[in-house]
């Protein structure tokens, strides 16, 4: 295969790339997970906004969280997004100096136990642009772009835990850079989540850019504000919410403000935001802002970070917030601590989407059982023994057969959409793309071009993962499941070697011919198919 050496494992993690379905780069020797997380071990989550870049080193005791060390720079990502979605060199060079300055404090941390996400500027960031993989060299671990709903799920994850325990329904809103996630929930779990376009960066730079505060301008950015919230105001309003909590930078700098001001004791309030604009107005000039609490690097973005806070309060009708410390970063600690421990948010995810779309789970279980099987055999010669292979093999199998539920005819296509394009709770949207990209494949044509354009250290792991599942599919196509034997198969390069038991191909013709075809349709993918 002309990308084989792409799966071969980087001894240097300066240097390492997205190597596997789940992102992150595969170590030699041994799964990248530990079987059990324990007391005492460093786990780090790093959260690159549109504003400020964040890393937090945590250890988990007796299941509290214990912060170890903090790191924050406000890169302002989002205002080096150019219209054609590329980076301004100056910005991208400001935040990967950034990110080689918190890869210098993540060095001794093995990859299983560090997670780097990136949002909203990301999300809109081109790939011709070549950021991700500079940034993820400078950072030394893989990076994640994550959907604004999987942020927001995060978010909400991470300031649940920093709330008293409580039957009540909840409303979380985080403004970041780019994107304002708004969530109501119940306990650690989110019931309504939703990511908006619009934050203090992008806000800031539209309405207020020419350093400005005018009542006109800021009656537009509050009006942009509110029609941005106007598709789900009425779902959130009615959700039953009893409290409302707010966290990121933004909320907590303008509560910072309030209270030093002292227009509040506690949180933010209506009357609170009121006398904030009207002091704004005074100012006139956002380079000018006086207020006590109000630091030289928020300023530039504090226009636009008020504009959606008070867009929110009116749209939503909140009276009175309370400002959390925890947020995304503090939420990507504990999903990896669930991972971490086997509780992992996309076993959740898989089996809901099963159960949506009428899965035949015992035909898929079998699937998935040949599926491991094979892929235990191939584990060695084809360099495929990281963690995340499994999983994400597994996860494709149950899933190979949704697209039935939109119809029969070329349903891997059906399937590899709604999979691509659904909002899949825990994972990224790299996962995504390769979970897809194995569904497609699945049966019929081999999809050369949809492992061609993933990653490039992503292709030969995903194409070969495809391959796997392909031959397990093909096994169960009778769906008995007395009638498939436990074929051995080996790899010698790119030629497969699947040997059945003594007599049992010439007692299946139909299989046997079914192997035919399939030999014939993986030779534009580079590989040779030996069976008998």
Known sequence: MADSAATAPSTDPRNATSTAPGGQAPQPGAPELPPSLGNGGQLAAVDLGSNSFHLLVARMDGGTMQIIDRYKEMVRLGEGLTHDKHLREEVAERALACLERMGQRLRDLPPGRVRAVGTNTLRQMRPESRFLPRAEHALGHPIEVIAGREEARLIYLGVSHGLAVADEKRLV????????????????????????????????????????????????????????????????????????????????????????????????????????????????????????????????????????????????????????????????????????????????????????????????????????????????????????????????????????????????????YLIDNADLSGFTRQEQTVLAALVLGHRRKFPIDSFLQLPSGLRCCARRLCVILRLSVLMHRGRNPDSVPAPTLGADGDTLLLRFPEGWLDQHPLTRLELEEEAGRLVPAGLCLDFG
């Open 173 to 416: 809103i985080d403004i970041g850079g780019g994107s304002t996630e708004v969530i109501v929930g119940q306990g650690f779990q989110p019931l309504l989540r939703e990511s908006l376009h619009m934050g203090c960066v992008s806000m800031s730079q539209r309405f207020f850019g020419n350093d400005k505060i005018t009542p006109k301008q800021m009656d537009k950015a509050e009006l942009y504000g509110a029609l941005e919230i106007r598709p789900v105001r009425v779902l959130f309003r009615q959700s039953g919410w009893a409290a409302a909590t707010g966290s990121s930078g933004t909320i907590k700098a303008i509560a910072a403000v309030i209270m030093a001001e002292g227009w509040s004791e506690d949180g933010i309030t209506q009357h609170a935001l009121d006398l904030l604009r009207e002091a704004m107005l005074d100012s006139g000039k956002v380079s000018a802002l006086p207020f006590k609490g109000l630091t030289e690097e928020r300023r530039p973005v504090f226009a636009g970070g008020v504009a959606v806070l008070r867009a929110l309060f009116s749209s939503l009708a909140i009276s009175h917030m309370r400002v959390s410390d925890q947020a995304l970063r503090e939420g990507l600690i504990y999903e990896l601590v669930g991972r971490l421990e086997h509780e992992d948010v996309r076993e959740r995810t898989v089996a809901t989407l099963c159960r949506r779309f009428d899965v035949d789970q015992a035909h898929a279980t079998r699937v998935k059982d040949t599926a491991l099987h094979l892929l235990a055999q191939l584990r060695t010669p084809w360099q495929l023994d990281h963690a995340n292979y499994e999983p994400m093999l597994g996860w494709a199998a149950e899933l190979h057969e949704i697209g039935l539920a939109v119809s029969h005819s070329q349903y891997q296509k059906h399937g590899a």
